[in-house]
């Protein structure tokens, strides 16, 4: 198989438009597709300071190279990593490890927050409080682990002084997320899933992804051609995720329909433009406890800590 661009060697054959890549057009078309994901919805400013949220997997650890190698295009802005310990034995460890190595390679600033020392709560011993699933606790593990992880990305980001706060959510993990909220009706959530990074409310450091548009496979193909090393093993309490169902949906219609993510991502950029003025709606009110943004009395993280401290 030869390269598309170049007629050398291909390593990677795009399911979507029968493009094959050799290393360096893979690599290259990988950075253009951020860059102009970054441009086109004006997620950074010139002198902007960077939040990157980076967990040590394949994503994040993707992200901040490709980020990496595009900041330096523009030396008035900063990359600053923040890496979020939840608390989980036994998987979190080897992850920081990674976050940390390739962090270090590049002599980045890096901030790690703990569930634990932030919260008061690790993410093993609210499992523990709360107890077994569909007995005494609601929910599956990654509600509270997602809460808290958005409270406190957004507690560092904001302490760091960062304008962006950017996460390394590729294709399928944007696609869910808008499956998720149709299926649940919540139309108000998706109407947030801006690409834009905008001030919805004062106590948000407003976030992007720029690795929205990239595929996942083309993410694992692109550590594996520029040896970064990442965490392969998956969290304990990812069977708990109802996300699963669907994602395994996704990756199975895919397969016969290699276009289906860009085309259900395309449409939500097309929703979003129809309504666009109208997003503002539903108003955030400010939680009467931490006075973080909410739509209720409370955020969910000081709901969380009200139900953990009575117990
Ligand atoms: Fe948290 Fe769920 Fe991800 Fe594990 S799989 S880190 S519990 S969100
Ligand atoms: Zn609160």
Redesign the pocket.
Known sequence: MKCTFCGNQAVYLRPYDKLSLCVQHLNEQMRKRVQKEITKNKMFGRKDRIALGI?GGKDSVALLDILHKIEKNFPESEIVAITID?G?EN??DEGLLYAKKHVSKLGLEHHIYSFEKDFGYG?DEIIRILGERGKKREF???T???IL?RKLLNNAAKEIDADVLVTAHNLEDEVETILLNIIRGDIQRLTRLNPKPKKIHESLVPRAKPFRSTPQAEIVMYCVINDLEYQEI?????V??YRGEVREFIFKTQEKQPMLSFNILRGQDKFLNLIEGGHTKGELKECEKCGEATAGKICKSCWLKEQLDSR
């Open positions: 967990s939840e989980i998987y979190r993410l599956g593990a990654c509270y682990c997602g992880r998956q969290c304990p309490y990812s708990e995720a």
